[in-house]
């Protein structure tokens, strides 16, 4: 089956922000895997003037393979990211309040696998690192562990949140960590949510491993790309990459983060050990070799989005939000449906040779591409 070409419109968009100025900003192609290097790469998706997404065939990793240069990025997080006025603390619930007291020293948000795992690991004068730590909500419960906690944070803003809960936070990017940083090593490093977000990928392991003591211990979470909805990715600039397991697994073991636990659901947990001492023999194959590797083809992206492969039976318009009631990402596909959440409205749908969808913006001045 060859490619199809989608000429859409954009509705209503409640979860997301279209960039002003889109003729400005300058593109990066990527022509070889962020993980494995390979050049066996296949575009999935094109976004006219705009992101490509292309998955390895090698290790099935997905990532924007046309993206705008790092300098863009940069200047997002610091002055676009997060503004004082969206960052206001909601108030809590006597319940979520009761919950937090009543569970001090273990994991207070239920079905949490990040804070019930690590609740086994973190021991009190434990010296903990979050890269990325947001609002530090994550450290102040470690902080209830007893462990020492520490965080680094992109945002300001963000920073300054942190800090007043107690937490030693340094407002910087994660290439921009090294020893000297908090002048100590870490007997837990966590970032959830944050890898996806990054650039240059080598230089978040690099700095991750100038700080992380011998046979410490990590977590990293990370959206998981088989859970993923495929026009979201294509669209959403600020994830970088769309990890399978596998692909995270790969990374991990390249910069010989060991993984002993990996939680496949709707994101990709790994906890591991950096540089463990008795690895098991063949324990890095086996675990390498346990996540089923899927590579995309066209049928199975129309499938993700529309689930169907047939044009005709392609539905006029999807609406996609996140759901509380449902997973993340839930969306569905309507004829002529009214909402108020992010509505796409197909106007004309064509097939295409090269086996890619080809997606193209009609009524579009300013943007090509999606960031929130
Ligand atoms: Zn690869």
Redesign the pocket.
């Known amino acids: 089956m060859s490619g199809t070409k989608i000429i859409f419109n954009v509705k209503n968009q409640q979860n997301t922000i279209k960039v002003p100025n889109i003729e400005n900003i300058k593109f990066n192609d990527i022509k070889n895997?962020v993980?494995?290097k390979?050049r066996n790469i296949q575009l999935l998706s094109e976004l006219k003037g705009s992101l490509q997404t292309s998955q390895?065939l090698?290790?099935s990793?997905m990532f924007h393979s046309k993206k705008p240069k790092e300098s863009w990025y940069r200047k997002w997080y610091s002055k676009n990211w997060d503004t004082k006025k969206k960052m206001t603390q909601s108030k809590k619930t006597l319940k979520q309040t009761l919950i937090e007291n009543l569970l001090v020293g273990k994991p207070a948000i239920q079905g949490d696998n990040i804070g019930n795992f690590s609740s086994n690991y973190i021991k009190k004068g434990m010296k903990v690192l979050d890269i990325g730590c947001g609002n530090g909500d994550r450290l102040h419960h470690f902080k209830k562990f007893g462990a020492d906690v520490y965080g680094i944070e992109a945002s300001n803003h963000r920073a300054n949140i942190a800090r007043n809960k107690g937490i030693n936070v340094k407002n910087i990017q994660v290439n921009e960590l090294d020893k000297q940083t908090f002048n100590t090593k870490f007997d837990f490093i966590y970032a959830s949510h944050v890898l996806e977000h990054v650039y240059y990928i080598e230089e978040f392991f690099q700095s991750m491993k100038k700080v992380l003591k011998t046979e410490g211990f990590f977590s990293i979470a990370v959206p998981n790309q088989n859970h993923d909805y495929l026009l979201a990715n294509f669209l959403y600039a600020l994830h970088i990459h769309f990890f399978s397991p596998k692909?995270l697994i790969k990374i991990c073991i390249m910069n010989d983060l060991i993984p002993f636990k990996v939680f496949n659901e709707h994101q990709t947990v790994i906890f591991g050990q950096y540089k463990p001492k008795d690895i098991p023999k063949n324990f890095i194959k086996q675990i390498s070799e346990t996540y089923n590797t899927k590579i995309y083809n066209h049928q199975e992206i129309l499938e993700n989005i529309f689930e169907t492969t047939k044009l005709e039976e392609i539905n006029k318009r999807i609406i996609w939000s996140n759901n509380k009631k449902k997973d993340f990402g839930f969306y569905s596909t309507f004829k002529n449906a009214s909402g108020q959440r992010n509505v796409f409205e197909i106007l004309k749908i064509s097939k295409l040779k090269k086996s890619i969808l080809f997606l193209e913006e009609n009524n579009s001045n300013s943007t090509k591409f999606w960031v929130r």
């Open positions: 895997c993980i494995c390979s390895c090698e290790c990793h692909s």
